[in-house]
């Protein structure tokens, strides 16, 4: 009774090593494609662009969000009037889109 009780549960676990994947398997493949792919890409120009626009998207997105909106009133009352307005839908569209996750 013990014996095919065993039997069947090592072959339930073989069954689910084949069909669930290996984690550190993948993880190491995955390594493996990244360098490849870092190691074959061209030096481009693109890749500077792409960081120094992802950079002030970035900067501009904190500018919005907490300067504007905290800084500005905490420290000169409401100068709000005289800033020019809020483009905050526009920075989000582009950085969701830069990263991805746009409309």
């Known amino acids: 009774m013990w014996n095919l009780l065993g039997t069947l549960l090592g072959g339930m676990g073989r069954l689910a090593g084949k069909i669930l994947p290996d984690k550190n398997r993948q993880n190491d493949a995955q390594s493996r494609v990244n360098e490849m792919e870092i190691s ?24 919005e969000v907490v300067g504007r909106r905290i800084l500005v009133p905490l420290f000169f009352g409401h100068w709000d009037a005289l800033l020019p307005p809020s483009a905050l839908d526009q920075i989000m569209a582009l950085l969701l889109g830069m990263l991805g996750m746009g409309i």
């Open 40 to 63: 074959g890409a061209p030096a481009s120009p693109l890749r500077l662009w792409r960081s120094f626009l992802g950079w002030v998207l970035a900067l501009l997105f904190v500018w």
